[in-house]
């Protein structure tokens, strides 16, 4: 048996970097394909080519990081992103790629706020030339190491940015995105917790500390706290 926990503010929050402007087109396409606020981490110091010398300045704070991934002054440093993480329940990530790991100041941003997006559902959109994708989605789970990523991430090559807009249709439905955010969360049958259950017309069915085996199978409001038990 399943039954439902019904959520009203299932909201999506889009973060996302972007230098040559890739991820961005990527974002603008996906922002018409779902309801989402977003997000852009801004490096504070302007004006940086990233470009110069081989890209130079961006491979130096990949270097930096992967040498003392847990110390803060090993990150740029990013305009202040203003943004309560609690009003969302689902968070995309949508990065480019830089040496085969998450483009800098995004890690910084992820470094900062990752451990408050603990039990909420993160999806992954990478961009990069043709590197492969699994140095960005390690970087992801290290910074956000509770939080419950969506398989697959999307991997879009910059070749094929201007097909955006199908991958994302099938990206959208391959994570089953539409139920994610219906504003009904699914909860196992073997959960007991001190709770009350209502039908949707508003009226009581239960109340404290019963196992919802005893309910058809359904949907339901429930509001209280649960707890995992082991059978």
Same mark, same amino acid.
């Given at each position: 048996?399943?039954?439902?926990?019904?959520?009203?503010?299932?909201?999506?929050?889009?973060?996302?970097?972007?230098?040559?402007?890739?991820?961005?087109?990527?974002?603008?396409?996906?922002?018409?394909?779902?309801?989402?606020?977003?997000?852009?981490?801004?490096?504070?110091?302007?004006?940086?080519?990233?470009?110069?010398?081989?890209?130079?300045?961006?491979?130096?704070?990949?270097?930096?990081?992967?040498?003392?991934?847990?110390?803060?002054?090993?990150?740029?440093?990013?305009?202040?992103?203003?943004?309560?993480?609690?009003?969302?329940?689902?968070?995309?990530?949508?990065?480019?790629?830089?040496?085969?790991?998450?483009?800098?100041?995004?890690?910084?941003?992820?470094?900062?706020?990752?451990?408050?997006?603990?039990?909420?559902?993160?999806? *992954?959109?990478?961009?990069?030339?043709?590197?492969?994708? /699994? %140095?960005?989605?390690?970087? =992801? $789970?290290? &910074?956000?190491? +509770?939080?419950?990523?969506?398989?697959?991430?999307?991997?879009?090559?910059?070749?094929?940015?201007?097909?955006?807009?199908?991958?994302?249709?099938?990206? *959208?439905?391959?994570?089953?995105?539409?139920?994610?955010? /219906? %504003?009904?969360?699914?909860? =196992? $049958?073997? &959960?007991?917790? +001190?709770?009350?259950?209502?039908?949707?017309?508003?009226?009581?069915?239960?109340?404290?500390?019963?196992?919802?085996?005893?309910?058809?199978?359904?949907?339901?409001?429930?509001?209280?706290?649960?707890?995992?038990? /082991?059978?």
């Amino acid at each position: 048996m399943m039954i439902g926990c019904l959520s009203i503010n299932a909201k999506t929050l889009i973060v996302y970097y972007s230098y040559t402007n890739n991820v961005e087109k990527i974002v603008n396409e996906l922002s018409r394909q779902i309801e989402a606020e977003i997000v852009e981490i801004e490096p504070t110091e302007k004006g940086l080519d990233y470009a110069a010398n081989n890209y130079a300045i961006g491979s130096a704070q990949i270097g930096a990081i992967k040498n003392n991934p847990d110390d803060s002054s090993s990150y740029p440093v990013i305009d202040p992103v203003n943004v309560n993480l609690d009003e969302y329940d689902t968070i995309i990530i949508a990065a480019p790629l830089w040496w085969s790991q998450m483009a800098a100041p995004l890690q910084t941003y992820l470094f900062h706020n990752g451990k408050e997006m603990a039990g909420k559902n993160i999806g *992954l959109i990478v961009s990069s030339a043709s590197s492969g994708i /699994s %140095g960005v989605e390690a970087d =992801a $789970k290290r &910074l956000i190491p +509770d939080g419950r990523f969506l398989n697959p991430s999307l991997w879009i090559r910059s070749s094929r940015t201007s097909n955006a807009s199908s991958m994302l249709e099938s990206w *959208l439905k391959e994570i089953d995105y539409e139920k994610l955010t /219906s %504003g009904i969360n699914p909860i =196992a $049958k073997d &959960l007991v917790t +001190d709770f009350t259950v209502y039908s949707l017309s508003g009226k009581q069915l239960m109340y404290k500390s019963k196992s919802i085996d005893t309910l058809q199978d359904g949907i339901y409001i429930i509001n209280g706290n649960k707890t995992s038990i /082991s059978r």
